[in-house]
């Protein structure tokens, strides 16, 4: 029953057709066992089953609400090496994190784009210091740099950080990292996988897991979460890739297992451009609570953050604690001239790092950003740890040992080089739409097909009709929810913007989902309810 869907070559601009209910009927008439179920659709979910399928296994992927709900929405934005692991001395880890770095700007270009870092210097120790350890940076990316690090002077700083705090400043340090949209890259991998052979599921949470007469995971039961109707899915390995929430799966497996989790949630507030206005982002190497913290420009935004606080367990809908929050303007408003206030806040989001326990230790910012591969008596991989940046190679081990785990024919992996859906060299010559790649043409078509289409739906925001048609036609978007925080970023720049979005969202997609007055009215509800979390009152 393999590639029972009709896939298109995605990745030089074809169109792959992703549809939720084509998915569902793969799913329900596929007798076979499948090679591999992933449960979980966030970033290493989906990585692995794009190194899955692009291997010739036969995949399937569970996702309990929408692809990239949980963490995998809520980052940095950052691809990078992670320069704080530099000073902790985890030099491997910095260099896996730059090469992936590289990797991904050259299968993804069109998503992933390099961005300079100024660290501000108030010190006299700090130039020399810091840039040491930026040089030492690029020499450990080698072929897959992004740009040379040096020492600026006061007037260089200034240049590139118009609005950052003068008094006592000497100067600065700029290094170059990557910069990325992590749910579109997401859904764009959505797509490779599809186009891989892989079948993707999202509203689809695995309730329990199937053991064979031996006691060994042999499948699991999952739910459709729109229609509440459960159906059972047969493999010979399962991947329990739900990052915060792997203990729970992990004990449905065996519910005497010690947690590996240790979840700690980061905030990050969003503000509008005239707090950062250059190109250029902030990096901050040591904050009050022992962190890095950022302010980067972001789709002509400014999104500062985070934070680092253990949480005792993850939630799919995390909230921001007014002490984060303050935690947060205060930080910044040392570095800023223009102190950012709450009243000049857009929009607030919070994310669960997934972090593994090595011993116990208080602070989680000490934790390893390393990942685990776990493999429980019952034969249940669990994948987690790592970061963003790091999923195409946490995805080839966890593929290699489960290929190995059910004596899956030996097949290596081939995602170094494979490019993801929407890839462009060009992209930015598509405007705001650059987001969509090789795809921003078709979207601009419906632009162009009706010119209703091609109007902003917010002065504050470039989001037009067509992309919600868009994501609902060809990326699996179900809820206004899913369009307006994971198609379109709306929710994450301007949380006020998108509440007035809601029930044009709401019209536009009733008349493609074929649904009514009632759907439209609770759809609206729903998300004004976890809009609120996103405004600061
Ligand atoms: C504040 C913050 C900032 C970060 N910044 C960066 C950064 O700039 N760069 C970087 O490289 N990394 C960054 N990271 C790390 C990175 O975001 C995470 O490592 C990564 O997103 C984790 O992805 P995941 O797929 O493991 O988890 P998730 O994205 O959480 O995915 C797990 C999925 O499993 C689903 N799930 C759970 N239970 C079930 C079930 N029973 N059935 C079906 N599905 C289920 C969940 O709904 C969820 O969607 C950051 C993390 C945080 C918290």
Redesign the pocket.
């Known amino acids: 029953m393999r590639r029972g869907l009709h896939r298109a070559n995605g990745a030089e601009g074809k169109q792959a057709r992703m549809n939720r209910l084509e998915m569902l009927r793969c799913v329900q008439v596929h007798r076979e066992r499948w090679d591999i179920i992933v ?8 990585g692995t089953a794009i190194d899955a399928a692009s291997r010739g296994y036969d995949v399937v992927l ?19 090496g992670g320069v704080r692991y530099l000073e902790q001395g985890n030099v491997s880890l910095v260099m896996e ?1 730059l090469k992936e770095r590289g990797l991904l700007l050259q299968n993804a270009p069109h998503l992933v784009h390099d961005l300079g870092f100024v660290v501000p210097n108030y010190d006299w120790w700090e130039a020399p210091f810091y840039g040491i350890g930026l040089k030492l940076y690029n020499v450990l990316a080698g072929k897959y740099g992004f740009g040379t690090s040096r020492i600026l002077s006061r007037e260089e700083t200034l240049e590139r950080l118009p609005t950052i705090q003068t008094d006592g400043l000497r100067g600065g340090v700029i290094y170059f990292d990557g910069q990325f949209d ?1 749910t579109r890259l997401l859904i764009n991998m959505v797509a490779t996988a599809f186009e891989q052979g892989a079948t993707l599921l999202n509203y ?4 329990s897991l199937t053991k064979d007469n031996d006691g060994y995971i042999d499948g699991v039961i ?1 739910c459709d979460a729109e229609t509440g109707e459960e159906f059972q899915a047969r493999a010979k390995v399962v991947i329990n ?5 792997s203990d ?2 992990r004990r449905q497996a065996d519910a005497s297992v010690k947690p590996m989790i240790a979840p ?5 507030l969003v503000f509008d451009r005239s707090f950062l206005p250059g190109d250029s982002a902030m990096m901050v190497p040591h904050t009050s609570d022992g962190r890095v913290m950022f302010a980067i420009p972001w789709h002509g935004y400014t999104l500062v ?2 934070t680092d606080t253990p949480v005792p367990a993850a939630t ?1 809908e995390p909230v921001a604690t007014e002490a984060e929050i303050e935690f947060i303007l205060s930080t910044a408003s040392l570095y800023l001239a223009k102190k950012p206030a709450r009243a000049d806040v857009l929009s607030v989001f ?5 972090l593994v326990k090595s011993a116990d230790i208080g602070n989680t910012a000490a934790l390893s950003r390393d990942h685990t591969i776990h493999i429980e008596k019952s034969g249940l991989i669990t ?9 195409r190679r946490m995805a080839e081990d966890c593929v290699n040992q489960a290929a190995m785990l059910a004596q899956l024919p030996e097949k290596a992996c081939i995602t170094q080089g494979l490019r993801i859906h929407g890839f462009d060299g060009n992209a930015r010559r598509f405007g705001p739409r650059y987001v969509y790649g090789s795809d921003a043409p078709a979207v601009e078509a419906l632009m162009q097909a009706d010119p209703r289409l091609a109007k902003p739906l917010h002065p504050a925001l470039p989001y037009t009709g067509a992309e919600v048609i868009w994501a609902v036609r060809f990326e699996m978007a179900r809820t206004i929810e899913d369009v307006l925080a994971r198609r379109t970023r709306a929710l994450f720049l301007n949380a006020r913007a998108a509440l007035a979005m809601s029930l044009c969202v709401a019209e536009l997609m009733a008349g493609e989902l074929n649904c009514g007055d009632a759907w439209k009215a609770q759809q609206v509800q729903a998300f004004e309810e976890i809009a609120r979390h996103y405004v600061l009152s």
């Open positions: 449960v979980g659709g966030g970033a290493t979910g989906v569970f996702e309990q609400s929408d692809f990239g709900k949980g963490t995998s929405s809520r980052s940095t934005k950052l691809v990078h994190a992590d689809a949470p695995v309730t999952a890739a739900t990052g915060a929430f729970g799966l700690s949630q980061g905030v990050h953050g985070t799919l919070a994310g669960i790092r997934p994948i987690a740890g790592g970061k963003w940046t790091t999923y």
